[in-house]
């Protein structure tokens, strides 16, 4: 097994002392790892990411990045949310050099990845002359260039038609493999997880004491086709029994 690079140790977490999201989670993330995160609406899927980047801090516990506990996460993983934030105002190659500016430091290799990233011909182009899938890559490389080895994804794809999210979906595992960061995705999409993931964390209670899991047995490189297979599709249901029980409960 690789080594753990996000770790929580007993951690407990709520808004206000109200009563508790987290309870006492133990958590670990290993490296070069993909993990699903799904859950209903408000179960604490956002809260565990508004943890993990430093935007908030837990009651007790402890929460390790690559092994050490920070006093401030913040800057210590790559994030990308739902929507992509770009500022209409700069162009795509002034968007997507964002951390770079930020940190203080010089930009010269924006220009080799933004063609990478499938992206050559638009670096001096606005955000609204672009599509949405083109705007998340712009988005997915600001999170790469914070140069963390820890990436968090917040339904990234949701808001795209559905050919463009499949297009996508390949896109992210090709760049997953050849960069070879760990990456933490929210989605309410089974298929997606199922298809991305090597572990699905389930979100299925309040407060969360644990996460239930599920390894994903299918092998890499990937195809959509292997979603068809009868194994897959009977884990697909058991994941969707599961969160309808969390709904209606």
């Known amino acids: 097994m690789n080594k753990p690079v996000l770790t929580f140790q007993d951690v ?6 109200k009563e508790a999201i987290l309870e006492k989670l133990n958590v670990q993330v290993f490296d070069r790892e993909f993990i699903s995160i799904v859950g209903a609406s408000g179960s604490g899927k956002s809260t565990l990411f508004r943890l993990i980047t430093g935007l908030e801090q837990p009651s007790s516990g402890k ?29 795509i190659l002034e968007n997507a050099a964002l951390p770079l500016e930020i940190k203080g430091e010089s930009s010269p290799n924006v220009l080799p990845l933004l063609e990478e990233f499938g992206l050559k011909g638009v670096e001096q182009r606005y955000p609204n002359e672009l599509s949405g899938g083109m ?20 339904e990234p794809f949701s808001a795209l038609d559905a050919i463009t999210r499949l297009s996508m979906q390949e896109w992210l595992l090709a760049q997953w493999e050849k ?3 760990t990456v933490l995705f929210i989605t309410h999409d089974v298929n997606e997880a199922l298809f991305l993931s090597d572990r699905i964390f389930i979100f299925s209670e309040t407060p969360v004491q644990q996460l239930k899991e599920v390894k994903v047995p299918l ?31």
């Not at 994030?79 to 105002?89: G, R, S, T």
């Not at 712009?138 to 968090?152: D, E, K, M, P, Q």
């Open 12 to 17: 407990t977490f709520s808004y206000d002392q």
């Open 63 to 91: 929460i390790l990045i690559n092994g050490v506990e920070h006093k401030s996460r913040l800057g210590q993983v790559g994030y990308m949310p739902q929507q992509d934030l770009l500022m209409p105002w700069r162009t």
């Open 135 to 154: 705007r998340q890559r712009v988005s997915f490389l600001r999170a790469v260039l914070s140069g963390s080895n820890v990436l968090l994804l917040d």
């Open 179 to 181: 960069r070879k960061t």
């Open 219 to 249: 092998p890499r490189p990937r195809h959509l086709q292997d979603l068809n297979a009868p194994s897959i599709l009977e884990l697909k249901d058991q994941l969707i029994e599961q969160l309808r029980q969390k709904v209606t409960t």
